[in-house]
């Protein structure tokens, strides 16, 4: 990834997840009008996905290229991705289900009710524009460039930056409630999971593949 794409990709998070929100508030304001919910996913994802894939279309275009290099090493990565990330979850929800009257998880429950009002607009969210947006994000700029310099500082701020912005809105409501916090743990397998599926696969179509199949399944 080059050096402006890694700028890019980092200072994108912040506004994907705030300054994006904003702006479409001051428009529907403007216009006067206000979307579904899921209509509104729609817009919000599809906007960062369109950006950073056109923004950042050389780490694409190579991420893509580097699929013939080794096919069945990304498959590898992508199905012990979804094993570490299956039996990382099983394992915190059980430790979760000690302190935790409910597991269902804020955000979690937020998807499924846009789902019920709209399944296909919500199933193009969740395993299509979602995964392309947060491992570009995370995995590729994120992850990528701390690496470079830690590897374990790569792991521990991904991870913790990918937990957080699932669940900022609900730990803003709360006040950083510590019984809130605990469902960022629920992201942990997952964030482990997708950073290592990018190291072994060396290239975002793994990950991106096995966030389309945890957000699927």
């Not at 980092?10 to 979307?35: C, D, E, N, Q, W």
């Not at 199933?123 to 947006?133: E, F, G, W």
């Not at 629920?186 to 945890?214: D, F, M, N, R």
Request: charged content about 15%; overall charge positive; some cysteine.
């Amino acid at each position: 990834m080059r050096k402006y794409e890694r700028v890019i990709g980092i200072a994108y998070i912040p506004v994907h997840s705030y300054g994006l929100a904003f702006v479409f508030m001051l428009l529907f304001r403007l216009f006067k009008t206000y979307p579904s919910a899921p209509t509104y996913d729609l817009l919000y994802y599809g906007v960062s996905a369109m950006f950073l894939l056109l923004s950042m279309n050389v780490f694409w275009r190579q991420s893509i290229r580097d699929i013939k290099r080794a096919p069945i090493i990304m498959i590898q990565a992508i199905v012990l991705g979804y094993v570490l990330e299956f039996a990382g979850a099983y394992a915190v929800n059980f430790a979760l289900s000690f302190v935790l009257a409910d597991l269902v998880n804020p955000n979690s429950a937020a998807i499924n009710a846009v789902a019920a009002i709209d399944p296909r607009a919500m199933a193009l969210v969740s395993v299509v524009l979602a995964p392309i947006v947060e491992e570009t994000m995370f995995r590729g700029a994120l992850f990528g460039t701390i690496r470079t310099k830690n590897r374990v500082a790569a792991y521990i701020v991904s991870v913790a930056a990918f937990a957080i912005y699932h669940l900022w809105w609900e730990l803003a409501k709360s006040g950083w409630n510590p019984r809130t916090c605990l469902y960022l743990l629920q992201y942990v397998p997952a964030g482990i999971a997708l950073a290592w599926c990018y190291e072994k696969s060396e290239t975002i179509v793994g990950p991106v593949i096995l966030h389309a199949l945890i957000n699927l399944l």
